[in-house]
């Protein structure tokens, strides 16, 4: 596609359930990274990839959080037993993998835990 | 990654040059700037990179003075659709690199 994609735009999901989100980068990007983003503040990493392999998952808040790029294209970011203070807008973004390369961003999921 | 300090908002009127400047005083010899421009409801997207003196596109310029400690986003003659946060990065920016994000700068345009 064009663009990175991500899906679904809107989740609307009760405390305790499990979620997957889904980033579909562009073709092609080697890299491919996750981002979380509350209202007012800037995108705060999660994790990245560099083709399959998770390279830092440093910003994964706990062990509910992870995620995964098993054939080096499409990602999910799965998040278990989900808690309200999860909801925000979670970002995709890719590159192409070389030095100082610009990211492109997806719309964003927006994720909303009642 | 070296801390920034933005502006948290600014307002123009259509028509004005807006510049924000983002002050870095702990830039490393080996970092970057860069800024990115994040419309509501979108993601954030890259406007310009710069490493030292000034740097134009098709829609900002970037000055960077010689001691690199801060730099100023320039963009010419603004218009409603420019209305966005603004975010100052700074980094090495290899390739693999998490982006650092502040909170930005909030610019409104005025009609």
């Known amino acids: 596609g064009a663009g990175v994609s991500q899906s679904p735009r809107y989740k609307v999901t009760k405390r305790g359930q499990d979620v997957a989100l889904r980033c579909d980068p562009i073709?092609?990007?080697?890299?491919l990274y996750w981002y979380r983003q509350a209202l007012g503040q800037g995108p705060e990493f999660l994790t990245y990839?560099?083709?399959?392999?998770?390279?830092?998952k440093s910003g994964l808040p706990n062990d509910r959080f992870s995620a995964e790029r098993p054939e080096g294209s499409i990602s999910t970011l799965t998040i278990q037993r989900t808690e309200q203070r999860d909801s925000a807008m979670y970002r995709c973004?890719?590159?192409?993998?070389?030095?100082?390369?610009?990211?492109?961003f997806g719309p964003g999921t927006r994720l909303l835990v009642l | 990654l070296a801390k920034t300090t933005q502006p948290i908002s600014m307002d123009s009127y259509e028509g004005q040059e807006v510049n924000i400047t983002c002050s870095h005083n702990n830039i490393a010899t080996n970092d970057y700037i860069t800024w990115y421009q994040q419309f509501p409801s979108q993601g954030p997207r890259f406007i310009i990179q710069g490493y030292k003196t000034k740097v134009t596109n098709e829609v900002a310029s970037l000055f960077i003075p010689a001691d690199r400690k801060s730099s100023t986003l320039s963009l010419p003659r603004v218009s409603l659709s420019d209305t966005a946060v603004y975010y100052c990065l700074v980094g090495e920016f290899r390739g693999n690199t998490p982006l650092v994000f502040g909170k930005g700068t909030r610019l409104s345009v005025i009609a």
């Open positions: 073709s092609g990007h080697v890299s």
């Open positions: 973004a890719s590159s192409q993998g070389q030095r100082s390369e610009t990211q492109y």
């Open positions: 990839f560099n083709y399959e392999a998770q390279q830092d």
